[in-house]
C-alpha cells in the first residue's frame, strides 16, 4: 500500500494536474467576465448617461405640446413623422408623407440637430408628377429656457444650410416633386419679372397726295 509503483504514482500525479486545469478553465468563465460582457456594460452606461443628460435638459424648459406640422423651439429627442393634405382651388389633394420631418437628437444641454427624410408627394390632379423630395437638416440652439415653475418661457434659434444649387436648379425644372411650403418660400423670394414696356404706333404718312396748283387730273374720255 505504502510503495506504489513509480509508473502508477506518475500517472496519478498527471490525472490530478489535468483535472485542476480543467477545472481552473471551466471556471474561469464564470469568475471572470468576459470582454464581451464588459463591452456590453460599457455601452450601457453610456447610453444611461446620454438618456440622463437628456432628461436633465428637457426638464429645465417647459412642456409644451408640440405643434402640428411646424417644428417647436423645445429640445426634442425622437423620430417624427406627419401626414399632411391640402386641397388645390381645383379640388384636387396634394398629399404630403412624410413632411420634410425625421430624426431628432439632443447632442449637448443647448444643441439639437434634426435629421429630415425626403418626403414623398401624391397628387391627384392628373398629368402631375409623385416624387420624393429633398433631405434636409435643421440645428436648434436654446438660448433661454425655464420650465412651468420658474418662469415658463423658451428663446430658441434655428439655423438651416441652404440647398446646393444643382439641387435647386433640379427642384425648379420639376416643381410638381416638392413640397408646397417649399414652392411658397421659392415663389415669395424670387424676384418678380418687370412689366412689360408699352410701345406706341409711329404715325405713317398718307398714301393719297394732294395735287400741285397747275396741274390737271387725267380724265377718262
Known amino acids: 500500500m505504502n510503495a506504489l509503483p513509480q509508473s502508477l504514482r506518475s500517472r496519478h500525479v498527471?490525472?490530478?494536474l489535468?483535472?485542476?486545469?480543467?477545472?481552473?478553465?471551466?471556471?474561469?468563465p464564470i469568475v471572470q467576465p468576459s470582454p464581451a460582457h464588459s463591452q456590453t456594460g460599457a455601452s450601457a452606461s453610456f447610453i444611461s448617461r446620454y438618456q440622463a443628460r437628456v432628461t436633465a435638459t428637457q426638464s429645465q424648459q417647459p412642456h409644451w405640446v408640440t405643434p402640428l406640422a411646424t417644428v417647436t423651439p423645445r429640445l426634442e429627442q425622437e423620430f417624427r413623422t406627419d401626414f399632411?393634405?391640402?386641397?388645390?382651388?381645383?379640388g384636387y389633394s396634394i398629399w404630403n408623407y412624410g413632411n420634410s420631418k425625421g430624426l431628432e437628437l439632443i447632442l449637448e444641454r443647448h444643441t439639437e440637430?434634426?435629421?429630415?427624410l425626403p418626403p414623398f408627394i401624391a397628387h391627384a390632379a392628373p398629368n402631375t408628377n409623385d416624387g420624393f423630395g429633398d433631405i434636409s437638416f435643421l440645428a436648434k440652439e436654446r438660448i433661454f429656457s425655464r420650465n412651468e415653475e420658474h418662469g415658463n418661457a423658451i428663446i430658441t434659434a434655428f439655423l438651416e444650410p441652404p440647398s446646393p444649387p444643382e439641387k435647386m436648379a433640379t427642384a425648379a425644372a420639376a416643381p410638381s416633386s416638392r413640397p408646397p411650403s417649399q414652392q411658397a418660400r421659392e415663389s415669395a423670394s424670387s424676384p418678380s419679372p418687370p412689366p412689360p414696356a408699352v410701345r406706341f404706333p409711329s404715325p405713317t404718312p398718307s398714301s393719297s397726295a394732294t395735287p400741285s396748283r397747275g396741274t390737271t387730273s387725267p380724265s377718262t374720255a
Open 14 to 16: 498527471h490525472y490530478a
Open 18 to 28: 489535468l483535472k485542476s486545469v480543467m477545472l481552473s478553465l471551466l471556471l474561469a
Open 84 to 90: 399632411v393634405r391640402q386641397i388645390n382651388p381645383k
Open 113 to 116: 440637430i434634426l435629421v429630415n
